[in-house]
């Protein structure tokens, strides 16, 4: 290697098994931090569980409820450290290049801080994306609590699941209700409320989507709504023009603002997708239900009435 000497070369080396031995200490604690949060969590919440009084099924239901968070941040964790943990593995195996052909030992060093330098990045936004993301979720459920609203919110990735029941769209329409007008003025203020209140944590809001859903049925028969197939094609493209048709209606009545007009409102129209998607019942893939099965059959099999739901969910900058 021209122009180190050996005292150079040795000192550089150390450098980077400092630097790579610092990544791996930060991804420890990440970890350490993230199984004692959660244990801190679990024992709150038992000491809370434990002064009240509760019948059976209301604690199992309690206890379900806080597995099924556990479970969500958990799984977010063990995402960000896999990511950060194949960083470190690449580092390695580039140094171990470095050290078989020391000829390109500067050029091999050179990537290597700027590898690490990255991975440093990487785990800091990590970091404030699994952050984000936990106390968007928080805030949604706390607010939608407090405004008395009824809505169903995963935990793990804080999509908002609205079933509007008897109260959806008529069968092949698009236009609202009034009671599902209704409905939507009382949830979209609390919820673009529950995205901007924190400047912060707004920051890393990417995109907001309103998915429609139309049921995978027409004139009377299931029609995979993946189908390629040249007979199927009107079925497909009649779902995806209704679902869709119906997440623009409700993209079109909360920002009129002769219709609603509520805090962030400006701040929420930028960040909207619409998006239309068939209706297939949960865990099944579109080809596990045979084609042309009459409608009466598979909403009666799938309940059709799952259907009648719209998603409202917030995506996060990478």
Do not use: W
């Not at 699994?130 to 999509?159: C, R």
């Not at 908002?160 to 009034?178: H, I």
């Not at 962030?264 to 084609?291: A, F, M, N, T, W």
């Amino acid at each position: 290697m021209q122009g180190k000497t050996a005292a150079e070369k040795q000192a550089l080396m150390a450098q980077l098994e400092a630097s790579k031995g610092a990544y791996q200490k930060q991804l420890n604690d990440l970890k350490a931090e993230g199984d004692a949060q959660i244990a801190n969590e679990k024992a709150a919440f038992d000491k809370a569980l434990a002064n009240e009084k509760l019948t059976g099924a209301a604690k199992a239901a309690r206890e379900a409820e806080f597995r099924k968070k556990a479970e969500g941040e958990a799984g977010a964790l063990r995402g960000a450290l896999a990511g950060l943990g194949s960083k470190i593995g690449e580092a390695e195996k580039a140094l171990a290049a470095a050290r078989e052909k020391e000829g390109r030992f500067v050029a091999s060093v050179d990537k290597l801080s700027k590898e690490n330098a990255d991975l440093s990045e990487n785990l800091k936004r990590a970091k404030e994306v699994a952050e984000a993301k936990k106390k968007l979720v928080q805030n949604i459920k706390d607010n939608f609590k407090k405004a008395g609203i009824s809505a169903d919110v995963d935990e793990k990735t804080g999509d908002v699941y609205l079933s509007f029941g008897d109260d959806y769209f008529e069968s092949g329409r698009a236009d609202l209700k009034e009671t599902m007008q209704r409905r939507l003025e009382k949830f979209i203020p609390q919820y673009s409320k529950s995205l901007f209140s924190d400047p912060k944590t707004a920051e890393n809001i990417a995109s907001v989507e309103i998915i429609g859903f139309a049921s995978s049925t027409y004139k009377g028969k299931y029609v995979n709504p993946q189908s390629l197939n040249p007979a199927d094609r009107e079925a497909v493209n009649y779902n995806l023009n209704l679902s869709f048709n119906r997440a623009t209606s409700i993209f079109k009545h909360i920002f009129d603002k002769n219709k609603l007009e509520y805090q962030h409102q400006k701040d929420l129209l930028p960040l909207v997708k619409v998006v239309g998607r068939g209706y297939l019942p949960d865990g099944k893939q579109p080809g596990d239900i045979p084609s042309g099965m009459p409608e009466k059959d598979f909403c009666k099999k799938y309940n059709c009435s799952k259907a009648q739901k719209v998603i409202i969910k917030f995506n996060l900058k990478e």
